[in-house]
């Protein structure tokens, strides 16, 4: 059973860094699609990044340019660096990881949560302005 933990959130200011990390356990997720989503208060999650098994990478629009999605050498632990936060970046930051539907994934990139059954705890990002 895959296990994901995320790390690294926490308080900055606007245009600060930061680099969250997920590791995988009880399986090695090298093979599977990985991805970034987040949730903002009072509104829906939503898709950030994603990386598939032969790490191509899409990024919502928001992001494009500021933040980077990557994964080890292993595989199995995956990051988003993010540079220039802004206040409207904001949430729980969650990854998640799958391994059945990869292939759609990579074929359509559209970055829904229904697309990925496993899923961590989250950890918070606060950008202040």
């Known amino acids: 059973q895959v296990q994901l933990a995320e790390s690294g959130g926490g308080s900055v200011q606007s245009g600060g860094s930061l680099r969250l990390s997920c590791a995988a356990s009880?399986?090695?997720?090298?093979?599977?699609?990985m991805a970034w989503f987040r949730q903002a208060p009072g509104k829906e999650r939503e898709g950030v990044a994603s990386?598939?098994?032969?790490?191509?990478?899409r990024y919502a629009a928001s992001v494009q340019g500021r933040f980077t999605i990557a994964r080890d050498e292993t595989g199995d632990t995956l990051y988003l660096q993010m540079t220039g936060l802004k206040p409207e970046d904001t949430g729980m930051y969650y990854c998640?990881?799958?391994?059945?539907?990869?292939?759609?994934?990579?074929?359509?990139?559209?970055?829904?949560?229904?697309?990925?059954?496993?899923w961590g705890q989250g950890t918070l990002v606060t950008v202040s302005s």
């Open positions: 998640a990881a799958e391994e059945v539907n990869c292939e759609s994934i990579s074929t359509f990139w559209t970055l829904m949560e229904d697309e990925y059954e496993h």
């Open positions: 009880g399986s090695s997720v090298k093979t599977y699609c």
């Open positions: 990386i598939n098994r032969n790490t191509d990478t």
